[in-house]
């Protein structure tokens, strides 16, 4: 059978000379070497390579590097910096041929079976924060699907969006969390093939599950082909923020512009890179890892338009971690995204459930109501107890050393606040079930995988929390007051640790939220200016056995209040 030849281009603008390696994955002693040809007008070098029979190859680039870092026109290889397949074993970037056609990721005609269905909205997801190596013993994308993992995730637990950690090839090892990316558009080797990503977003989408990719567009390794090729034409050459005491490599210079070719190259590669993950596994979401001040307000911006209208008609969000956070990185203050992780939720929300001699309601408050951070989009954070940033809540209790029972009413407790806060919630893997061990990313730690054995016994404090988390987040799910942009607080009592507010959503349905952050027992407890007629009954949604009525003449509610307790209270 004739084939068509197949054309391979790098883009190397100031480099003189390129070659192509290529070899048959099974036969590489017959590797190829062909000169490539520049064109002056594009910056492309070519070349075309004929008989290629269908199957997978293993290629790279031999050039005239031109980077600072190295000496002048000394020949290197490397990887194309927009492999889409690649071999971290042999340190190969691999392109596949079927029927005299070269593939964009190796299974263009993967078959969605679920595209027609129709995604939660922004305002309705609960995130789910998820490291594919430690999720499932196998740590592989066909495992959390396989092992019912996804099934636990939807239908048991009860959220509809996840967030996966970095999917992208970074330090090549084995257990790296993937904040260091040198291969932009390549899955990582390990967690599973082009085809087990699209079946695994596929089935999420089945499921109502919006998948949210993290993104590091700020930096890269120092292994990233870029820096081979050429630093100083996409990168910094020093460090952009010197002062900044957070520097994970070299940065990409967002404002450098071509003058001869009329681009801005860091912002074309970084586009090109978001609209292939969005195109090719139909992602619903950007979380941009470590935003930097308005250096990438620009391309910020770009993004969000180009993959908002790649997305449609299914919703798009856009997550920062801008940290400290700041109203002017989200759209409601004239910013970029529509949302920005909220450190100040973690932080001071915690520290109120585990030091008695500093707490503070102004600060519980402000975590739940968002407008008095300035931000009037309750879209505007994301909130979480814990993350991939910090120690799990029960790790940090145990470090203040609130054990055993205490320390689990405490934590179910900040689901509630999480659950019933403006925001959209987010839980990190794990926390829904007492992981209580300390947190790394340290690839030589791999003794981190999800504690599953914990559910094994019917009855035990770790069955409890995970009923605490699977109620509230139905509560949230059915309850529009819960993720509405109205909050009131109408009770507060600092010496008994007592407060109350109302969630009202915009038919006039009402959720009355009491938190008790004492470990004293309180029986008969008066909770005093119920925004609610009376003769009103209001149900435990925690505890449907607990019903309670404003009595004639009053606008009081009387409940007993367990250590730690959360109570939603919905009108009847």
């Known amino acids: 059978m004739s084939t068509s030849p197949i054309e391979f281009k790098l883009f190397a603008p100031n480099n003189k000379q390129v070659e192509l390696l290529i070899a048959h994955t099974q036969d590489r002693q017959s590797r190829q070497r062909i000169p490539m040809v520049k064109d002056d007008q594009t910056g492309y070098f070519h070349c075309q390579v004929s008989n290629l029979q269908d199957g997978d190859y293993e290629y790279r680039f031999h050039l005239q590097t031109c980077s600072p870092d190295h000496k002048p026109d000394e020949w290197l290889d490397v990887i194309d910096p927009c492999v889409t397949q690649y071999d971290a074993i042999n340190d190969e970037g691999i392109v596949t041929v079927k029927?005299?056609?070269?593939?964009?990721?190796?299974?263009?005609?993967?078959?969605?079976?679920?595209?027609?269905?129709?995604?939660?909205?922004?305002?309705?997801?609960?995130?789910?924060?998820?490291?594919?190596?430690?999720?499932?013993?196998?740590?592989?994308?066909?495992?959390?699907?396989?092992?019912?993992?996804?099934?636990?995730?939807?239908?048991?637990?009860?959220?509809?969006?996840?967030?996966?950690?970095?999917?992208?090839?970074?330090?090549?090892?084995?257990?790296?969390?993937?904040?260091?990316?040198?291969?932009?558009?390549?899955?990582?080797?390990?967690?599973g093939s082009p085809q087990d990503l699209k079946r695994f977003d596929d089935e999420c989408h089945g499921r109502g599950i919006r998948v949210i990719l993290d993104g590091v567009y700020t930096f890269s390794n120092n292994d990233c082909p870029l820096l081979q090729i050429d630093k100083s034409y996409w990168y910094y050459a020093d460090r952009h923020h010197p002062d900044d005491p957070n520097y994970w490599g070299p940065e990409f210079n967002y404002e450098y512009y071509d003058d001869q070719l009329k681009i801005k190259p860091a912002c074309d590669y970084i586009s090109a890179v978001a609209n292939y993950w969005l195109a090719e596994y139909h992602l619903d979401a950007i979380r941009f890892d470590s935003v930097k001040e308005l250096d990438n307000f620009d391309i910020l911006r770009r993004l969000v338009s180009e993959c908002t209208e790649k997305r449609a008609p299914q919703p798009f969000l856009t997550i920062a971690e801008y940290i400290p956070d700041t109203s002017k990185i989200v759209k409601c203050g004239d910013?970029?995204?529509?949302?920005?992780?909220?450190?100040?939720?973690?932080?001071?929300?915690?520290?109120?459930?585990?030091?008695?001699?500093?707490?503070?309601?102004?600060?519980?408050?402000?975590?739940?109501?968002?407008?008095?951070?300035?931000?009037?989009?309750?879209?505007?954070?994301?909130?979480?107890?814990?993350?991939?940033?910090?120690?799990?809540?029960?790790?940090?209790?145990?470090?203040?050393?609130?054990?055993?029972?205490?320390?689990?009413?405490?934590?179910?407790?900040?689901?509630?606040?999480?659950?019933?806060?403006?925001?959209?919630?987010?839980?990190?893997?794990?926390t829904e079930l007492g992981e209580a061990r300390e947190s790394t990313s340290d690839q030589h730690q791999k003794d981190r995988k999800t504690n599953w054995q914990v559910l094994d016994a019917p009855v035990s404090p770790y069955r409890t929390l995970l009923n605490t988390f699977k109620q509230v987040i139905k509560l949230r799910r059915q309850l529009t007051a819960l993720r509405s942009d109205n909050l009131e607080f109408f009770f507060e009592h600092y010496d008994d640790r007592v407060?109350?507010?109302?969630r009202r959503s915009n038919d006039n349905d009402l959720v009355l939220v009491i938190a008790h952050f004492s470990p004293n027992n309180r029986d008969g407890y008066i909770v005093k200016n119920i925004p609610a007629k009376e003769g009103t009954q209001f149900v435990n949604g925690m505890d449907e056995n607990e019903v309670f009525r404003i009595e004639n003449g009053t606008n009081e509610l009387k409940m007993n209040l367990k250590p730690f307790e959360g109570k939603i209270l919905i009108q009847k």
């Open 99 to 191: 029927q005299g056609r070269r593939l964009i990721s190796g299974c263009d005609d993967y078959q969605w079976r679920n595209d027609h269905i129709k995604l939660p909205e922004n305002k309705d997801i609960i995130i789910y924060e998820l490291y594919i190596s430690d999720f499932t013993d196998e740590g592989t994308l066909n495992a959390i699907i396989d092992t019912g993992k996804l099934d636990y995730l939807s239908q048991e637990l009860g959220i509809n969006a996840i967030e996966l950690m970095p999917i992208q090839e970074s330090m090549g090892m084995a257990h790296d969390w993937g904040y260091s990316t040198r291969h932009y558009f390549a899955l990582k080797h390990s967690y």
């Open 335 to 430: 910013g970029p995204l529509d949302s920005c992780w909220s450190t100040a939720f973690h932080m001071d929300i915690i520290s109120n459930l585990m030091n008695d001699t500093e707490f503070s309601f102004d600060k519980i408050k402000r975590c739940l109501d968002i407008r008095q951070q300035g931000y009037s989009s309750p879209l505007a954070l994301v909130n979480y107890i814990s993350s991939h940033d910090n120690q799990h809540m029960l790790f940090q209790l145990q470090q203040h050393h609130i054990m055993n029972d205490d320390a689990f009413e405490r934590l179910e407790l900040a689901a509630i606040l999480l659950m019933t806060a403006m925001g959209i919630p987010m839980i990190w893997m794990g």
């Open 499 to 502: 407060l109350a507010y109302s």
